[in-house]
């Protein structure tokens, strides 16, 4: 038996396989990959509903049913008084809204476990994968958002300058996903066990957005422990990002801006969550690189 | 021996070393490793009292899989590499290690670029067009735009497929995908090529085509690893070879003996 080869002299003028780079020369590797994430993104949207009669229009139509069952069930059956005025576009932009988030929670959780494959066989600084989720979904996103100033228009809602505060909280929101996607994306990695609790996670956050009511009519008067819970609700980032877009879209309510409503507090809120999840999510990503394609 | 520089003179290595051979320049270097993997196991072992055998339920238990156990050897600039073993052998797990693409649990791999595996069918979509798949599939492997629209036209040619590019891929005959798979995958160069089994698949006449591919890559890549059943290509192909043994590397040396070794061992 020839000996095997055990090199005296490690380095060799070799770099080690594997290692972390550096955060700077990840964003750089990132950024020379942007082509791919794009042309990912793009493909497995096109993709998604390929074998269906009606193809992309699901993307819109499955949320527009969604609202629609909601309303009828929230709007008429049970309906109190936690609805606003011209409840149809407030619950279809708190539906729209919500799916965004809740598609880039669940997907970013499957983001690499779902993809190993892809992490097995090529070479990408893998925060390709979680990104090109969050921007699969902004393509979704697009259509339901000409559905949605459509509706607005049709239910008495006129065209006004505020429209243009639409894109900005969209942007921070995304910005949020993203934060959302990462994080998800590594720890089910850790405990796959995670991905069984993400639908109750976007459960939770449902009820508590305030997409089918609004918040400030339900506890908007609440005190004492109540009034925690209530505070949860109206500051919870989801729920900022709801009305943001909402107040951007629709009139406020003359009654205590109980409908469209939101303060320069809520945008900085918004701001605030936007930029530091993105952050925090992507440092916490970057930080496992090395260990994602063991599994 | 020498200190860690940036030269291209190594110490003296085994494997390469005959008598008047040139020492070339190492492209990757395997140091001592091993990758172990923790997978569930659903089943008992075999040792545990009887009276247990007889309840219905089984446990799940936490294993650890040793599947490569301290490998070490290096390769050189030039050098066209088989490795073989029986299945199970770790013979896959060690490539996509020398890939960088699966993190050993101990030891480590240095290489001046990370190799690549020959291989892009994870990335490729089924209901998506030839002609998407071909830009996706050049993007996946690295290629810049400009480069994926360069050689766009020379990647459906050599797949033959031109009359169907505007289709899906899922309603390609499985020859048709393999062809495109392999030609997007073999159009762009590598330093250090990865090659696992199977590769050309297909008919006769796309067969030789993807062997002459292959040997130009080689040609191309500063080193090739091979891993493969067939001894037959091995031997055709590579100088040298490593014989992979349920994790262990049993034999490194001149392709002929080692493939001689490891026909011996299986009689």
């Known amino acids: ?295 | 021996m020498s200190e860690a520089t940036e030269t291209v003179t190594p110490p003296a290595d085994a494997a390469a070393d005959k008598p008047g051979q040139q020492q070339k320049k190492p492209t990757v270097v395997v140091d001592d490793v091993h990758v172990t993997y923790r997978v569930y196991a659903s089943g008992r072992p075999a040792k545990e009292a009887s009276f247990l055998r007889k309840r219905a339920t089984s446990m799940r238990r936490l294993r650890e899989v040793h599947a490569v156990r301290g490998i070490s050897f290096t390769a050189h600039e030039g050098e066209a590499i088989g490795v073989i073993g029986a299945n199970g052998s770790g013979k896959s797990t060690l490539l996509r290690t020398i890939a960088g693409l699966t993190p050993p649990t101990k030891g480590a791999v240095y290489a001046e670029t990370p190799p690549t595996l020959l291989g892009v069918n994870a990335a490729l979509i089924n209901d998506l067009s030839g002609e998407r798949n071909i830009v996706l599939g050049g993007l996946a492997l690295g290629m810049s735009p400009e480069e994926v629209k360069e050689k766009y036209d020379a990647i459906a040619e050599f797949a033959d497929i031109q009359e169907f590019l505007d289709l899906p891929m899922r309603t390609y005959s499985s020859g048709m995908g393999a062809r495109l798979r392999f030609a997007i995958a073999a159009s762009v160069t590598h330093r250090v090529l990865l090659i696992d089994e199977a590769l050309a698949v297909g008919d006769a006449k796309f067969s030789r085509r993807s062997e002459e591919r292959i040997r130009e890559l080689r040609d191309h890549a500063g080193t090739v690893f091979l891993v493969s059943h067939s001894l037959k290509s091995v031997l055709d192909t590579c100088q040298r070879a490593l014989w992979i043994d349920k994790g262990i590397l049993r034999l490194d040396g001149p392709s002929d003996e080692v493939v001689k070794a490891y026909q011996a061992s299986v009689k």
């Open chain 1, 1 to 295: 038996m020839t000996s095997t080869a055990v090199p005296a002299d490690r380095q060799q003028g070799l770099t080690k396989l594997g290692g972390r780079p550096t955060l700077g020369r990840y964003m750089t590797q990132l950024w020379g990959r942007r082509h791919f994430v794009i042309e990912l993104a793009y493909s497995r949207f096109r993709s998604q509903n390929e074998e269906d009669r009606l193809g992309i229009g699901w993307t819109v139509l499955g949320p527009l049913i969604n609202a629609a069952v909601y309303g009828l069930i929230f709007g008429v059956i049970m309906s109190s008084g936690t609805r606003p005025d011209n409840f149809v576009p407030f619950l279809v932009t708190g539906v729209f809204v919500f799916q965004y988030f809740s598609s880039c929670l669940s997907g970013g959780a499957k983001a690499i476990v779902g993809n190993m494959g892809l992490v097995r066989s090529l070479h990408f600084p893998r925060a390709v994968l979680p990104i090109s989720l969050v921007l699969q979904n902004a393509f979704a996103l697009m259509p339901m958002m000409a559905v949605l100033a459509v509706i607005v228009l049709l239910t008495g809602e006129p065209i006004k300058v505020q429209w243009l505060l639409v894109p900005p909280a969209l942007l921070l929101y995304t910005m949020f996903n993203l934060g959302i996607s990462f994080i998800a994306a590594r720890m089910t990695i850790h405990v796959r066990d995670l991905a069984q609790l993400i639908p109750f996670i976007s459960r939770v956050l449902f009820y508590m957005s305030g997409v089918f009511f609004s918040v400030k009519l339900t506890v908007g008067s609440q005190t004492g422990k109540a009034e925690i819970l209530a505070m949860f609700m109206e500051y919870n980032p989801v729920h900022i990002y709801i009305q943001l877009v909402r107040h951007g879209l629709l009139t406020p309510d003359p009654k205590e801006a109980s409908g469209a409503y939101a303060t320069p507090g809520m945008w900085l809120m918004g701001a605030a969550w936007g930029v530091g999840l993105m952050i925090l999510g992507f440092v916490y990503f970057w930080l496992a690189e090395e260990r994602y394609g063991r599994e």
